[in-house]
């Protein structure tokens, strides 16, 4: 393995923090920082102890940790709590109770604005109107919703009345819906008639409806009037949200919530085909988004907060809502794409709102590179102080434009290593205090054990490329995959034995101690900082009548990091045509959604096999690239078929 990952990447810029941002910053002397990390690491409890006490508790916890159960991780044991009271009460009940809670834009225009005091009412009246639909702590609800202030709303209530959420992306297509809604378990689901997409309304309603035919425990479908399309109606199941919330109270008793019961689930790929629904609890995911979103982004009270993630993914859940809303923050959400009306359409809104604090993903970053720097010039950023990146490793030259001409040299940047499963950020430079160097995560957070080793699980020296593991439990970890324990295991602890957390990501840390991620290493593909497995991709693709067999390969892409290349095999009486490429790339939309579309159907006579039968994807994706095949070949089964894959046009 270690000889696997070429480390190409020569990067040697070094970007120390600005003395002015280093004299405002939360840690901006080595040896604070160090002193704080060797506490995080050597004394755990104390220290994450510390950090939970600073959140309000409806009983205190006993004990800061249990890791008897390992793989399933215990923190603090006993403790009673919910996660809507330190997001909103905890604010409403101080100075903060009129301040911005969340600044929203529609893309056709609309602004509106809730302060804490109105986010808690309407979390209240939401989360009532639940319970008049007999919705209950345990229950399980799907959100899948544009990113409209009902978003965090509607996640808010279910915490409030202790129900779980699973958000799943709007731009899943019903299939996909339904597939989460069955595992899941969910009885009830939060929707809108429509969504706003590049001028266009994305009929979301249409969608659940598909879904729900097959989900007979769904009894309950609340739709938000957000597009005002056309839908059709349920008298017995479905309930407009102002309808909903229209008769009921702004106040509600928050149900205290045990520090393990389920907060949410999230689902995502991994390497096999079947989503995992990652379950995340309550005080320990809490505890980490909240000092996370203090360390890493340095939020202050003045600050005008911006992250453009999609609550559909993870970065969306920790970083719009329960991250920045559990320090009181002001956060700007916006509904639609950067390009609509016009290509400066973030810089516009970053002008306007006077955002300080900016968080987005590389394939975004390089898209706005390639529209030209004339968008972001027209408009002043000078309100911001403080830049992120998150969801794939960010290529130097990105990160070197979003530093020149977003933050005009002046704004530090933060590259957050994360996952769905770790709940919050691991890796991350602190800014005022880290030098960075562009492309690195830099150091782990306090109290991350991160390492890279071999196959054996044997730690690696410097710039020696292997696996990224973590080696002790943290608070907001996953706590496993939503009922099926045993697939947990295998996927993140089997490869080493029960010892490490395995993150499926290559990497490796160079001289200074820094990480360099390199990306995944199992068959998980990152097309715009979204997981896809292939596997999935693959089982959409032989659904379709006319194909026998798919294999679906990454191939590097300018803008997007990867993009989805799906070699096919065609059933008897079925012949390569462009019209039969286009009915099998509307059917993978069907089944999953545009966002998992591949950017090119291939069709082949055969796929390249082992012996054993293995499809071997090493050949396939450096054929996807263009790149001459020179590994070993010995292994194939027709060796015809890898020529006849280069060659084949339709
Ligand atoms: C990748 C997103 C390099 C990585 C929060 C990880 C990154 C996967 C970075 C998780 C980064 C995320 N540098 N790679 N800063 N951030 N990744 O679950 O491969 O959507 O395992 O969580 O994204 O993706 P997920």
Known sequence: ??????????????????????????LSSEEAYQRMLRESLDEPELFWGRVARELPWMQPFERVLDWSKRPVAQWFVGGKLNVSVACLDRHVNSVRSGKRAIVFEGEPGDRRTLTYQELHQEVCRFANALKARGIKKGDRVAIYLPMVPEAAIAMLACARIGAAHSVVFGGFSAPALRERILDGGCTAVITADGSWRRGLVQPLKAQVDEALSSCPDVHSVFVVQRAKNEVVWSARRDVWWHDAVALVSAECEPEPMDSEDLLFLLYTSGSTGKPKGIVHTTAGYLVGTYLTSQFVFDLRDEDVYWCTA??????????????????????????????????????????????????????????????????????????????????????????????????????????????????????????????????????????????????????????????????????????????????????????????????????????????????????????????????????????????VEAAVVGRPDNITGQSIVAFITLGPGFKPSSELRADIDKHVIHEIGKVARPAEIRFTEALPKTRSGKIMRRLLRDIAAGIETVGDTSTIEDYTVLAKLRAYED
Request: charged residues 20%; contains cysteine; glycine residues 10%.
């Open 1 to 26: 393995m270690s000889g696997e990952i070429e480390n190409v990447l020569q990067e040697h810029r070094r970007f120390p923090p600005a003395a002015d941002f280093a004299a405002e910053a939360r």
């Open 310 to 547: 999609d609550v559909g993914w993870v970065t969306g859940h920790s970083y719009v809502v329960y991250g920045p809303l559990s320090n009181g923050a002001t956060v700007v959400m916006y509904e639609g794409a950067p390009n609509t009306p016009h290509f400066g359409r973030f810089w516009e809104i970053i002008e306007r709102h006077k955002v300080t604090i900016f968080y987005t993903a590389p394939t975004a970053i390089r898209s706005f590179m390639r529209w030209g720097d004339e968008h972001p010039k027209k408009f002043d950023l000078s309100s911001l102080r403080l830049l992120g990146s998150v969801g794939e490793p960010i290529n130097p030259e990105a990160w070197i434009w979003y530093h020149q001409i977003i933050g005009q040299g002046r704004c530090p940047i933060v590259d957050t290593w994360w996952q769905t499963e770790t709940g919050s950020i691991m890796i991350t430079p602190l800014p005022g205090l880290t030098t960075t160097k562009p492309g690195s995560a830099t150091r782990p957070f306090f109290g991350v054990d991160a390492a890279i080793v071999d196959e054996h699980g044997n730690e690696l020296g410097p710039n020696q490329g292997g696996f990224l593991v973590i080696r002790r439990p943290w608070p907001s970890m996953l706590r496993g995959i939503w009922g099926d324990m045993q697939r947990y295991v295998d996927t993140y602890w089997k490869k080493f034995e029960g010892r490490f957390y395995f993150a499926g990501d290559g990497a490796r840390r160079d001289e200074d101690g820094y990480f360099w991620i390199v990306g995944r290493i199992d068959d998980v593909i990152k097309v715009s900082g979204h997981r896809f497995s292939t596997m999935e991709v693959e089982s959409a693709l032989v659904s379709h009548a006319a194909v």
